[in-house]
Each structure stands twice: as C-alpha cells, then as structure tokens.
C-alpha cells in the first residue's frame, strides 16, 4: 500500500505537558497542529498519583486526570492527534518529513507527514533498575511506593523511611530534599565512591539525617497494592550478602535519557543529548524546528516549566511562519 502524504502548518512530536501546551497555543493560533502522541500519551506525569504542585489545582490532581485535561483543550481549539510511531525525520528542508508507521516495530511506512515547522517535545524517560517490583502499577509498585521524582512526591514520605538510589547529583540533590519529609533516608549506591561534584557530596556525607549503603545493588522491591512498599531485598557486591531491608518509599535517581535519538546529527544536542536552544528561545539550529520540555531541560524537569516551554516553542513558531511564509 503506498504511503499517503499530508502537511500540516505545525506538527508537535510528544504529547506531554509541552507538546500539548504548544498544541493549545498553536491551535488557538490558528495554525491546526497535529499532535503526535508518541509511545506514552500524556508523557511522564500519566504514571504518577496525585500532582500536587502545579499551580490552578488547589487540592491536587491525579497526573493522567490532569493530563486528559490539557489534551481536552488542546482539542477544543481544533487541534488533532495522531497516533502513529516516527522514529525518523528528514529535517534537511522544508517542509520538513517525518515518516509515519503504526508501531516500533512494523517496517512499513503508512505515511509521509510533511511539517512547515516542528516543535520537538519528545520529553526524557527516568532511568529503571529493571527489577521486580519497580513496574508501574497495576503490576508493580511504580507510583505506590517507587517513584523517581523526588520533588514530585517526597511530600506524600512525610515521617516515613525511605531509600534512594544513584551516586550522581540527581541522588545527592533528591537525599538532600527527601530528608525535609522521610523519617530518615538511606542512600543506596552500586559501588564505593559516588560519582556526584564534590560539593554535593560533601552536604550528602554531612547530613545527619542520610545514611550511606556502599557497594550496594536493590534486586526486589517487596510490598502490596494496599500497603506499597514495605522492603527491598539488597546485595552487597563486595561480601556477596543478600538481605532484607524494610523502608516504605524507593526514589530511583540513575539518571534521564531525553528522548532524542531520532535527531542525532541532526539537532545540536548535549553529550547526553538534550537538544540545545537559542537563547531566551527553543529554537534549534535548523530554522524551523524548535524543542521544549524535557527533551531540552535537563535542569529543572518540572510539569509547570515544560508546560512554558511548550508555550514558548508554539509562540517561537508561529512567528517562524509569519515571517517564513507558509
Ligand atoms: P549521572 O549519570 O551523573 O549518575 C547516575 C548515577 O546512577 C551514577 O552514580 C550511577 O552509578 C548510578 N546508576 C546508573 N545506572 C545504575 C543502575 N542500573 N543501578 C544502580 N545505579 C546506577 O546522572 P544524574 O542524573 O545524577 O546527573 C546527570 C547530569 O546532570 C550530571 O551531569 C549532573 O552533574 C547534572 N546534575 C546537576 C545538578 C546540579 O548541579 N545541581 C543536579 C542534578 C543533575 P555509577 O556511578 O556506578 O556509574
């Protein structure tokens, strides 16, 4: 079956809460985006519980309740979505192409959309131990106990003992800010020295309230639906121990990996590949294509300021098209 063609004004990669805030921008614009929503709609806050720090909801909101609300409006203004996988681009002109299958793992092409402007906000993914227990629930106790986002729920440890894994800043920075709720705070690292800048290290060793597990690998989490967590099971890699450790929260801090690998050679990106934007704008350096969210900020990673980036991109673009023509 050949591929059919369309062309859009502004296509959005992401459906997060960049993506859709460029896609309410957009929309209300006039510029009729399409929203690709990309392998999980809604993005990073659809597997979390209660949201509690983005500001309009004074009571919290569930994170996939309130990530239904921002694709509501993006809609209301005539905004469309896709549900379609594009793991390659061809951004060498315009209008630019990105190729359209029905999953990761079909070959076959179902069509060719052609973009005036691309607004990248394919967001990052936190790392996993890959471990029993750390799945999303229903299956696990993803969002029942295992999070990896301190600051989007440190609050709900309030006077609870809690682990945290990583020995990077990210580790460091999350002990440092769990131990304002939990109990106390033991951080679990896989080899003997952390890898965090020194002066991170240093508030880390010095605080009282964080104990340090050296050496250490979590190989299970343990709890139920009703209780979340209630233990791990750990391995000490240098005396070969296994043991069970009770704690009722597990923060996992390994890292992010902005999800960007379509764009390699293409976009100016960092060495861990977050896209790169000029100045005070998201735009990249192919005129045309901007970024936003956490695809493009490695440093604050928050639902809010995503949100604003997205707002920027779509602002970014349609000034793009006012002076490039469309
Ligand atoms: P890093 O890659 O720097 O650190 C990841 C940590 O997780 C490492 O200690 C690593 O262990 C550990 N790790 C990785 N995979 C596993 C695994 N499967 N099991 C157990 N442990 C694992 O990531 P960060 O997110 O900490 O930092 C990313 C970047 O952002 C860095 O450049 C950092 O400096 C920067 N940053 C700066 C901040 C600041 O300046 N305030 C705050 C946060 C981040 P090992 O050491 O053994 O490899």
Known sequence: MAATHEKHKVVILGSGPAGLTAAIYASRAQLDPVVIEGP???GQLTITTDVENYPGF???IMGPILMDEFREQALRFGTKIENVWIDRVDLSERPFKLYAKESSDSEEILSVIEAETLIVSTGASAKWL????EEPVPEGLGGNGVSACATCDGFFFRDKPIVIVGGGDTAMEEALFLTKFASSVTLIHRRGEFRASQIMQNRVLNHDKIEI????EIREINGSKDAGVESIRIYNNQTGE???YPTEGVFIAIGHKPNTEMFKGVLDMDDVGYLITEGKTMK???PGVFACGDAQDAYYRQAITAAGTGCMAAIDAERFLAEHGD
């Open 130 to 133: 890959g471990i029993p227990g």
């Open 284 to 286: 990249t350096n192919v």
């Open 58 to 60: 004074s009571k919290g």
């Open 242 to 244: 296994e043991s069970i």
């Open 40 to 42: 999980q709609p809604g």
């Open 213 to 216: 597990m050296w050496n250490t």
